[in-house]
């Protein structure tokens, strides 16, 4: 079938007019970047999300020139979207590629005097393991929420406020963008955010673009919203984290790319490697970061000790900051969230040696205790799921099933 007639007609000329002036027309687009919303699936299906661009593209009857150098992000950035959606034609410009470009964001690092060891990089991927989702439940707001991610989020957003402060001051204010495919938790963050000047005070009142103190311009916006935009440094929150491997809104390739490009100096990813890394996209850019060394892993339920954490071949060390894991068991300490974690399936237990299992008075008796102690049993419950044994506890024989454990481990 022949394109449809979409162009809007000049009404000041008339139609013969119209047609001498459109003797040629350029579209200039992206079709990797977001499509339009199309509610109805079955439209979709049909191919009615595409955009002109696209399904000019397509048909291959008009010349398409693809610009192939890209000016904006470090190549340790831009290295995975050239190759996973340019097949590797799209080159880095001069300018990223200079070793002054994004120097003055580098130069400086945080030390033990400011409690915190913490170095910017172009790139860096926080494996949240044991965070969870929370779904709304009201029929006006289903979306999803990662309250552990929100933690992690404003800690790293406070050590960036202290990094831009150390001297030499840079010769202007970062721009932080904080991007999400949630509406729910971008909220989260904003609250935790505002007001302007001020970092967890949890205040609601909150504007879409405020400064932090005099070192940082900060933005949280959804991907969806964040299209076409850039900033110095860019955190994105997946929020996915369950044990039936959905990651929703991310399994759109194009948003993946809309959410890895807009970063010029620095992108920090904060996900749950094991739920993203069923997706072909997703475990592609996962992929990419591990073979760098650039995972970090933080367990919510780490207690500090060297080891604690198994770290697959390519992944980096444990990041185990004592404000950090500080905030992660407060949260936990909470009820709302302590109560989802009562049940063996959560995403908690999925990759522990042993399987666990919550009888239902269990499970009632925790329930019924205070929140300082619900929260050391589920983290005992943790070590012991992944074969960290007090030695008074050690079992004297495979077959022992005091614990209600079996030896056989959650699918990947």
Same mark, same amino acid.
């Given at each position: ?201 949890? +205040?609601? &009142?909150? *504007?879409?673009?405020?400064? =932090? #103190?005099?070192? @940082?311009?900060?933005?949280?916006? !959804? ?82 000790? +060297?080891? &604690?954490? *198994?770290?697959?071949?390519? =992944? #980096?060390?444990? @990041?185990?900051?004592?404000?950090? !894991? ?87």
């Amino acid at each position: 079938s022949s394109e449809s007639e979409i162009l809007p007609a000049d009404s000041n000329v008339t139609a013969q007019q119209q047609q001498q002036q459109q003797q040629h027309i350029i579209l200039v687009g992206d079709p990797q970047q977001l499509p339009a919303t199309v509610i109805s699936q079955r439209a979709a299906l049909r191919g009615y999300s595409r955009s002109l661009f696209e399904r000019l593209q397509q048909r291959g009857s008009h010349a398409a020139l693809l610009l192939d150098v890209q000016y904006r992000c470090r190549p340790e950035i831009s290295v995975w979207p050239r190759n996973h959606f340019c097949q590797g034609r799209l080159k880095d410009g001069a300018n990223v590629i200079s070793s002054s470009y994004g120097a003055h964001v580098y130069s400086k690092s945080l030390d033990a005097a400011t409690s915190s060891k913490f170095t910017l990089s172009p790139l860096l991927l926080l494996d949240v393991r044991g965070s969870f989702e929370e779904r709304g439940s009201t029929s006006g707001d289903r979306s999803i929420i990662n309250p552990m991610e929100v933690d992690v989020v404003m800690w790293l957003l406070k050590l960036l406020k202290q990094q831009a402060e150390l001297p030499p001051a840079a010769p202007s204010m970062l721009s932080v963008g904080i991007i999400s495919p949630y509406k729910r938790q971008v909220t989260a963050i904003r609250q935790q955010c505002s007001p302007p000047g001020t970092l967890g005070s949890g +205040s609601s &009142s909150f *504007s879409s673009s405020l400064t =932090v #103190g005099s070192s @940082l311009i900060l933005d949280v916006r !959804s991907v969806d919203g964040f299209q076409g935009q850039e900033r110095d440094i860019i955190i994105m929150s997946c929020v996915r984290s369950n044990t039936q491997n959905n990651i929703g809104f991310l399994a759109d390739k194009r948003r993946l790319n809309v959410a890895a490009t807009p970063a010029r100096y620095a992108l920090i990813i904060v996900c749950n490697t094991a739920t993203l890394a069923q997706d072909p996209s997703c475990a592609s850019l996962l992929q990419s970061v591990a073979s760098r060394g650039l995972v970090r892993v933080i367990d919510c339920f780490s207690d500090g000790r +060297s080891g &604690s954490v *198994s770290v697959p071949a390519g =992944v #980096g060390t444990l @990041l185990s900051e004592s404000q950090l !894991s500080s905030c992660l068991k407060q949260r936990l300490m909470q009820r709302q969230w302590q109560d989802k974690l009562l049940r063996g399936d959560t995403n908690l237990f999925r990759n522990c040696l042993w399987q666990v299992y919550f009888s239902k008075e269990f499970s009632a008796g925790l329930v019924a205790q205070e929140s300082r102690l619900r929260a050391r049993v589920l983290q005992q419950l943790h070590h012991l799921a992944k074969g960290r044994w007090p030695p008074r506890l050690l079992p004297h024989n495979a077959g022992d099933s005091a614990l209600h454990m079996t030896s056989t481990r959650w699918p990947r």
